[in-house]
């Protein structure tokens, strides 16, 4: 168990819809990083959050969007879902940005229909 | 040049063998090489990582073989068991700024009883 926690572990919702995904990091951590897992992409990095602020973006889509508030939780929420975006979505945490490793939560996954 | 080159996709390796999965990149700014362990249903966990002052890291039967002039790198699984079957994916990291963590593409073994 890394200490990373994410809900639900499961959502299945239709094309066009919202969902939003949740994570809290492992006590003491600062740094949020969301990724995404799909068959045949490997690991996408997302975005990263410190401490509240949003830190880095990687390929995250435009209808993709993260916050993390100031109990450090944070939220990726996802709008007009395609069937593409159906994927595993992993929240990681780490002490800070300058932190090598990554603890990553068990995940979300999303099925688009 | 922010790109992880992982093989093979897929592994079968009899228990008791020996699991080889190569990694190579380009950025020579990357200056830290983990391994992730991934299991289905649950999120990579890191499982050992090398710094690129060294050639070679041994945590067990996990070894990390590092080549800086070819730049490539290598996962070793000695005596491979059973439950040693999981996707691998390597990873670097490095450069100024964000440390961004870039993985492969995975490695998915088996490894037969």
């Known amino acids: 168990d890394s200490g990373v926690t994410q809900t639900p572990k499961h959502l299945i919702t239709a094309t066009g819809q919202r969902v939003t995904l949740r994570c809290s990091p492992r006590?003491?951590?600062?740094?949020v990083y969301w990724y995404q897992q799909s068959l045949d992409q490997g690991l996408q990095f997302l975005i990263q959050y410190y401490n509240g602020e949003e830190r880095a973006k990687g390929n995250i889509l435009e209808r993709f969007s993260a916050q993390q508030f100031p109990d450090l939780h944070s939220e990726l929420n996802l709008s007009s879902l395609e069937l593409g975006d159906s994927a595993l979505y992993f929240c990681?945490?780490?002490?800070?940005?300058?932190?090598?490793?990554?603890?990553f939560g068990p995940g979300t996954r999303l099925t688009v229909l | 040049q922010q790109q992880v080159k992982q093989s093979p996709q897929s592994l079968i390796v009899q228990k008791g063998g020996i699991s080889i999965i190569n990694c190579a990149y380009e950025?020579?700014?990357?200056?830290?090489f983990p391994w992730y362990q991934q299991f289905p249903g649950k999120g990579p966990a890191l499982l050992i990582a090398i710094r690129p002052d060294v050639s070679e890291k041994k945590e067990g039967r996990f070894t990390i073989s590092f080549n800086k002039s070819a730049k490539q790198f290598s996962l070793h699984i000695m005596d491979s068991q059973p439950g040693d079957s999981a996707t691998y994916f390597c990873?670097?990291?490095?450069?100024?700024?964000?440390?961004?963590?870039?993985f492969g593409t995975g490695t998915r073994l088996l490894v037969s009883p």
């Open positions: 950025n020579t700014a990357f200056d830290y």
């Open positions: 006590s003491g951590d600062l740094s």
């Open positions: 990681a945490s780490s002490p800070s940005t300058a932190s090598s490793g990554r603890f």
């Open positions: 990873a670097a990291r490095g450069g100024t700024g964000f440390q961004k963590l870039v």
